[in-house]
């Protein structure tokens, strides 16, 4: 009987599993609204939709707080070589929060030719190489570099500023410069050219340092442009229109009550005639749950695992020793459970606790024993009829 009710739980456990609820909402670009739904779920899947050329190639949405600039999310739509559609559908999990309101930033891309990113990268290369060039300099005696850091911040700052209209379809990422180009700006052994000098007059050392300046320049810059190769070898997508959908509400998540019903392990031990005997056995309980958080950070990770929290119930049946003595706990007359656990697909609940019993008939709470237990329960959420 135990057998065929756990069967019977991880059966429904399976299917509800596989099944997926998906809402969706059509992007107006003309209004900037999401025309046909005003508010978007909390806790299914979202389908953003949207009409737009055959050259779009790309269509990225970013996620933001309402009236924040940092982005939460990002997602985005890539066609792919035989896709010749009009529209467009990215899918956005369970990750926003009930009741919240959130701003949505969509932008489309177009591709650009091998012209046009040989023209971005050579004007890229022309003001990298202007940045350097007023930053290296000769002091009547030395070649300085004025703060090799506070230079190659400013690299980082202009070479991601320039870029910040283009994406990589394959979404390669731009990682110039790295780290060798720091070390190459710190590096003063290239100047050390006073030899040089003795000979010289002002006009032939003028001339030199230009020369050494301008070499090492041209390295740096040669340095960076191969670091920048992964992306600009890629298809490379630019900016083409942005709409940005402000103030959209989240439904409000309904005040439910959490019941589950499963089946628990438990292991009792008892002595006779000076043996310890075991008795392991699965009992039907029911139960309620009070969860810590429904949207605890372990869901917003993967949402396989969330609502971690307290439960408690009775065994539907008593415990029983291999002496067929039967435990309960007094005044319930059924074995009460308390434990943690979590939940995972949304309908299972996996708990472990212990059973607080005493032989059945006495009202003695001071012999009273905790016995470990852990359980695998059906879990649905009673709706009151109230929204929080």
Known sequence: MNKLLLSTILTVLSFTASVSQERSVKIDFESGTFYNNPKVPFDESLTIVGETGKDIELVKVNIFYEDKDYILDSYVWNRIES???ETFNIVIPPVLK???????????????NRAQKNKLL?????????LLMNNIYFDGK?????????????????????????ESKSLIPIE???????????KQSDFKFNRLFKQSNRDEKNELTNQLIAKKVDHLVALISSELAPFFNSELVQHHKQVNIKSVKTDKEAFTLP???????????VDINNTSAENVDFTPGIGLTIPFNNKSRLATKSRVLDSFGFSAGVLLEPVVDAEGTEYVTPGIDLPL???LGFRFFKVARFNAGVLIIGEKGTQDF??????????LALELDLWLGIKK
């Open 176 to 186: 110039a410069p790295s780290s060798l180009v720091l070390q190459e700006l710190k």
């Open 122 to 130: 050579s004007n890229l290369e022309n003001r990298i190489r202007f």
């Open 98 to 112: 009930s009741n919240t309101k959130y701003d949505f930033e969509i932008i489309t891309y177009k591709l650009l």
């Open 142 to 166: 030395n070649v300085v570099v004025n703060k090799p850091k506070n230079v190659f911040n400013e690299l980082e700052d202009l070479i991601h500023e320039s870029l910040k209209y283009q």
């Open 259 to 269: 019941i589950n019903f499963g089946m628990y392990a438990w292991s009792k031990t």
């Open 366 to 375: 001071n012999n009273l024993s905790i016995l470990p237990t852990a359980g």
């Open 337 to 339: 459970y308390t434990g």
């Open 83 to 85: 896709n010749t559609s």
